[in-house]
């Protein structure tokens, strides 16, 4: 049963993870560490969550990473990340990863990978432009359709007919719903495997993970016994906690830094 944080009480389960000895903050970016906005690399953090992550990245055993279904090169560019940045980033949905001191992991697509999704793109653009409103996204390993701005009646033809190109083309690629964005992709990692990859990577004893959408509750579905799920605004969610907003992300990552830094004074 998820539960509804209270900011103004001591949450058991906020203190535990962060007393953890190797903690890992994981958290997606959009809705999440950003507001939702409708043109897609226009998102950045809001600054409240941008400051509670400076102020945990400077704590010993203190991991943060961003898990999004961005490519990397479009989560660096919207999280205004830098090379010197303490911030981990898994993109496409944990097949890609940079880390501090080490820069990105060498995973890239397969020629065939590549010529499929630009032929995919070269059918979608002049069909998606048909329909006000919606975007093509071109992805690492795939294409996202962005339905946002549109009607929703014009989202949802402009995703039936992006159904019929892939079903038709690419019928093995992975497909995914989100928050009026529909995915496909030729690698079928998701933000489950990449909770897997960081926990190692980092040797987190506890993991709290954050996110708003669809994607997001394969993550939260895998976090141990210790771990910390927690759901950004309604729908159903296999997380512990639901906060409302990116700003009540940035509060809860502050109690957690507080409480952090104080059992380690």
């Excluded at 069909?127 to 962005?146: C, D, N, P, R, S």
Aim: hydrophobic content about 40%; glycine content about 8%.
């Amino acid at each position: 049963m998820t539960r509804t944080w209270d900011p103004a009480s001591t949450d058991p389960d906020v203190v535990a993870i962060a007393r953890t000895p190797r903690l890992l903050v994981a958290l997606d970016f959009d809705g999440t560490a950003s507001e939702l906005v409708h043109e897609p690399m226009s998102a950045r953090a809001v600054p409240e969550v941008s400051d509670a992550i400076a102020r945990l990245t400077a704590l010993p055993h203190t991991t943060v990473a961003f898990v999004s279904g961005r490519s990397l090169a479009h989560l660096r560019e919207i999280a205004e990340h830098l090379d010197d940045s303490p911030v981990v980033l898994a993109g496409s949905h944990g097949a890609q990863y940079w880390y501090p001191g080490e820069g990105e992991q060498d995973i890239v697509p397969t020629a065939d990978e590549t010529a499929l999704r630009d032929a995919l793109l070269d059918e979608l653009a002049p069909l998606m432009a048909q329909y006000a409103g919606v975007a093509l996204e071109t992805k690492t390993f795939g294409i996202g359709i962005h339905g946002r701005p549109a009607e929703p009646t014009v989202e949802r033809a402009a995703f039936s007919q992006a159904d019929e190109v892939l079903a038709r083309r690419a019928p093995h690629w992975r497909r995914r719903t989100g928050d009026r964005i529909l995915e496909f992709s030729s690698r079928d990692e998701g933000k489950d495997a990449a909770i897997g990859v960081l926990r190692a990577h980092t040797g987190a004893t506890g993991v709290l993970f954050a996110g708003d959408d669809v994607t997001d509750e394969d993550a939260l579905q895998v976090l141990q016994t210790g771990d910390l799920g927690v759901r950004v605004g309604a729908g159903p969610s296999a997380a512990t906690l639901r906060v409302e907003s990116p700003q009540q992300i940035a509060e809860l990552l502050r109690v957690i830094a507080t409480e952090r830094g104080a059992s380690r004074e």
